[in-house]
């Protein structure tokens, strides 16, 4: 950091050195070294950092020297945190505008100086949706009813309400009654429960709570039943189930597709808050009725009047005029990531979104051709809650910023400087990775410190084609094929759509709304707090192609946390030509509990596929066919709704290979009845070995624990049975049951 002396003052900027008499000229490299390497043309302004306690000077500053004889720099707009734009007088190069920048840098008054270049919006691919239509009204009658449309339930405790549009066609004679039918499963089968009306809505009672089943309405006149409608699915409670016709349709797989969000285990807890305002920093907002009452006012912060296309600069209207920029037509880019957060839901209107009751807050920063540095820049800020210039303060300041921009390079200084002033207020920033399919790390505002980068996945598990990867990703989300709101218009605003775009930037408004959720029930959230549990939570689900895992805003909220790894695991072998590994644990001792267990068995300790394998709901399990003389390595992995766990600690060994003592077991003299002396030896170093457990059989199949001893060579095993035919075998130890090798069985004896 340079320091100002006291006695300097410099009205004029020469771009090389500032003359002030008793100085020496500093041939200072700023930040220009790292500059993004965006943006094509010409360049016609600045972004100057000053060192603290510096106001920028109102004075026109003139540049001297070198090849910018005659260029005035003249002050611009403050984007705030002690950062303006400077005006060139005319445009040059962006090499040229790096060096004038770091000429800049010789001025004691100066922090930082770069080039204020054009970031752009990710190219996404925008794909037209076959909308959801009303039958054709003119249909040709028929004997029996057509189905039932628009099949609308309300789950309550125990029970649902149906209601249902009656048929387009009723048949050749009245309709005289309906069946609205629950079953188990999508395809149908048993009927669980039903029940019938003749008006257009009935309630199935004798419903579990928190269960799921699928509801179909059929209607019937004198001809005759008609044909069943579509199954609609639904939930008893605690689930909420929107109506909006697109999740009924289950196109909105990004929420509640195998590899969605999970966002209907998340309304189990909350879906949202409105007091939590989710910045989107973007084209700017459109008029649509799903988006009707879920936003907070907002700010048109690009400042330069062509860029912006509505006639005039920075102002308090977001609305989008349209991005088109020569043969590129309007994206409504804003819109579309706007539906994906909040959507209204259960409106019986086109989508939902991922957290409908919270509010979107929209930042105008990107027009015809994209949008500038300082423009973004002062959005991070304001939105955040910071003061820009003169602006009027965010009366409702964002706890999260949605940012699906970006450009190639390294993340420059003003970004860091707002990122990090915006993480100070709370304010947690979310950043499209980029549609490259190179690595994040090379794109901006994705590689800036304090960010959660996205990456974009598909409806398989998969990441897509496009993403752009590597370490700089923090977790992926749904990218492909995502249906929200938009607009028709061509260049100016037309009529409100849907329609479905793919990209990275589709992916990062659901891990917005994700943490909007978490912030709604845990207010309290810094933004390093929201980013090591997002990463954690990448860490421990299943990943997409071995890279990140897929945001799970259920286990993020608590409704089904990852069990802990199982503990105390141990195996025993049976059998003599086919082996059989009985594989025993503990459960983890805190955290969520475990629903499902997988005990494997590899070749070799580092893993691989396994080569046997056994699940069970309980802590034991069966290992089959397994080699005799051979050796394996065995470990548990515990998992539930959320996921499964890290696998239990250092692979347990067990080994196939025979006798590892010899136990004699002998009777015991002057005892009294119900005892046998077990005693053993060879074939063990004993001082290798931690403990002996005896076990005895009547089967061989069955075998139960006796006494356990840290020394080997004899022990009384009682509470037998008197007259009972015993087998017995050693288990032998080693730290603490990772290391276990099991003894021949002895010959029958009788206990006493």
Same mark, same amino acid.
């Given at each position: ?15 090389? @050195? ?50 910018? *004889? ?144 699928? *509801? ?5 006149? #004198? ?78 912060? @690009? ?97 999260? @910023? ?72 923090? *977790? ?43 912030? #709604? ?232």
């Amino acid at each position: 950091m340079k320091r100002l002396r006291a006695s300097v003052a410099c009205g004029v900027f020469f771009l090389g @050195i500032c003359v002030v008499p008793g100085t020496t000229v500093r041939a200072t490299v700023g930040p220009l070294e790292t500059v993004l390497e965006r943006g094509s043309g010409l360049v016609s302004q600045l972004i100057v950092s000053y060192e603290p306690n510096v106001a920028p000077t109102e004075s026109p500053m003139t540049a001297t020297g070198s090849s910018f *004889i005659g260029q005035h720099l003249t002050p611009g707009l403050d984007i705030g945190l002690g950062m303006t734009t400077v005006l060139l007088d005319r445009a040059v190069s962006v090499s040229d505008a790096r060096e004038m920048a770091v000429r800049l840098t010789a001025d004691p008054r100066i922090e930082w100086a770069e080039p204020d270049l054009q970031m752009s919006v990710p190219t996404d691919v925008t794909r037209p949706l076959t909308p959801i239509v009303s039958q054709n009204t003119m249909a040709t009658l028929q004997s029996v009813p057509s189905s039932p449309t628009n099949i609308r339930v309300q789950p309550s405790s125990g029970k649902v309400q149906v209601q249902w549009t009656k048929p387009i066609n009723r048949g050749t004679s009245a309709i005289t009654s309906y069946t609205a039918r629950a079953y188990s499963s999508p395809s149908g089968g048993s009927t669980v429960a039903s029940c019938t009306s003749t008006k257009n809505s009935c309630s199935i009672t004798g419903l579990s709570d928190g269960s799921t089943y699928w *509801i179909s309405v059929v209607a019937k006149n #004198s001809g005759g039943t008609g044909s069943t409608s579509s199954p609609r699915i639904s939930s008893t409670p605690p689930f909420f189930n929107p109506n909006d016709p697109y999740y009924v349709d289950t196109q909105l797989w990004g929420l509640n597709g195998t590899y969605g969000v999970q966002a209907q285990k998340a309304w189990l807890v909350t879906r949202g808050n409105q007091e939590i305002v989710v910045a989107v920093l973007d084209t700017g907002s459109t008029v649509h009725s799903d988006l009707e009452g879920q936003t907070v006012p907002g700010y048109d912060m @690009i400042s330069d009047i062509d860029r912006a296309g509505d006639g005039d600069g920075r102002d308090s209207d977001p609305s989008d005029a349209g991005d088109f920029f020569g043969d590129k037509l309007s994206s409504w880019h804003g819109t579309h990531l706007a539906g994906i957060i909040n959507a209204r839901g259960n409106n019986s209107r086109g989508v939902i979104g991922i957290a409908p009751n919270v509010k979107v807050q929209h930042v105008r920063v990107l027009g015809r051709d994209g949008g500038s540095d300082s423009d973004i820049v002062a959005a991070i800020t304001w939105a955040s809650g910071g003061l820009v210039g003169s602006l009027p303060l965010n009366p409702t300041p964002a706890r999260v @910023i949605n940012l699906s921009l970006g450009g190639e390079g390294v993340c420059p200084q003003q970004y860091q400087t707002a990122i990090n002033q915006a993480n100070s207020r709370g304010t947690v920033i979310v950043v499209a990775a980029g549609n490259s399919s190179v690595p994040a790390s090379t794109f901006a505002p994705a590689n800036c410190d304090g960010v959660i980068t996205v990456a974009a996945s598909n409806r398989y598990g998969q990441k897509t084609s496009f993403t752009n990867d590597g370490p700089a990703v923090d *977790i992926a989300a749904p990218g492909e094929d995502i249906v929200s709101t938009m607009n028709d218009g061509d260049t100016g605003v037309g009529l409100p759509t849907y329609d479905l775009k793919t990209g990275t930037s589709m992916a990062a408004p659901y891990v917005a709304g994700v943490v909007a959720l978490m912030l #709604s029930i845990e207010s309290s959230l810094t933004p390093a707090d929201i980013e090591a549990r997002i990463k954690n939570q990448s860490n421990q689900t299943f990943l997409v192609q071995g890279d990140w895992g897929i945001i799970n805003a259920a286990l993020l909220l608590g409704v089904s946390k990852i069990p802990q790894p199982a503990t105390d695991v141990a195996a025993l072998i049976t059998g003599t030509t086919t082996k059989t590994g009985t594989v025993s644990w503990s459960a983890a001792t805190s955290g969520s509990m475990a629903t499902a267990n997988i005990a494997r068995a590899y070749l070799t300790a580092s893993g691989g596929s396994p080569v046997s394998w056994c699940s069970t709901a309980t802590l034991t399990c069966n290992l089959s066919n397994l080699v005799k003389g051979a050796t394996y390595y065995v470990d548990v992995i515990s998992g539930n709704t959320g996921g499964f766990s890290a696998p239990s600690g250092p692979r347990l060994s067990i080994n196939t290979k025979g006798p590892v003592a010899n136990v004699v077991p002998t009777l015991a003299v002057g005892a009294k009845k119900g005892t046998i002396n077990v005693s053993w030896g060879g074939g063990l170093n004993n001082s290798l070995m931690d403990s002996y457990l005896i076990q005895y059989s009547t089967d061989l199949l069955s075998w139960k624990n006796g006494p356990e001893v840290t020394t080997g060579g004899y022990k009384r095993v009682s509470g037998l049975e008197s007259g009972v035919n015993y087998r017995f075998r050693v288990v032998a130890k080693k730290d603490s049951g990772r290391f276990v090798k099991i003894s021949r069985e002895s010959t029958q004896i009788k206990a006493s």
